[in-house]
């Protein structure tokens, strides 16, 4: 998280943060308040802030984080290590279903931490918009665990955000342009945007990360569709 009073980037994980963060810390003109790595919104959101968030495809999002646990790097990996699970990162050639398979059966969850495992298994939620949603309530753990039984999660998660601007991964750049110079253009220096990317500018997401690492298995695919609908419904 990134707070500038103002305005405050929720920095979701393999989401291009570390771009963004980068971007706003060399063109905002606001000053910084606080920054807390993927931090939460802990406290009532400040109402007359605008929160903006970046999202990526699920699939895309585990290929990253897959990726970043060959390399044996990540919290995530080290939970893996700790529980006797780090095999799971291998390159055979249809480890990465494998893992996603263990990252997406709801036993595990106590595995994967973050708190999780706290999520009730009726919720049929995956990892990725756990992740989503601890970022985008204010007070998640609680608001998240209070929604009413009656209620659909999918509508829930909606009711409930705190986000006003989401930026897609996929169209970071234009993204990034967008919010500096037409959606809150008061909040930045339009010369150093502008410098920032004709000197910096940022590759799009590749859309053949996740066929490098094999085709997703069927049932893999059915499982991520639904339980990542919260992410999947910006992309319908």
Partial sequence: MHDFGQLVYLDLQKTGSTFVSRFLNETCTLALVKESKHGRIGTRPNRSAFYFITIRRPVSQY?????????????????????GKADLYSR???????????????????????????????????????RYLMLSLSRPEKTILKKPK???????????????????????????????????PEFFDQERVAAFFRDEERVNASTTEAHELGAIADDVREMIGSKERILLSFYA
């Fill in 63 to 83: 290929s990253s984080l897959f990726r970043y646990g060959l390399d044996r790097r990540g919290a995530l990996y080290k939970n893996f290590e700790k529980q």
């Fill in 92 to 130: 055979a050639p249809d480890a990465f279903n494998e893992w996603l398979r263990f990252m997406l059966e709801y036993e595990n969850a106590a595995v994967l931490g973050e708190g999780f495992e706290r999520i009730p298994k009726t919720y049929n939620l995956g990892f990725m918009s756990y």
């Fill in 150 to 184: 009656h209620v659909d999660l999918l509508q829930y998660a909606r009711d409930e955000s705190i986000v006003d601007h989401v930026i897609f991964n996929e169209k970071l750049n234009e993204g990034l342009k967008e919010l500096a110079t037409q959606l809150k």
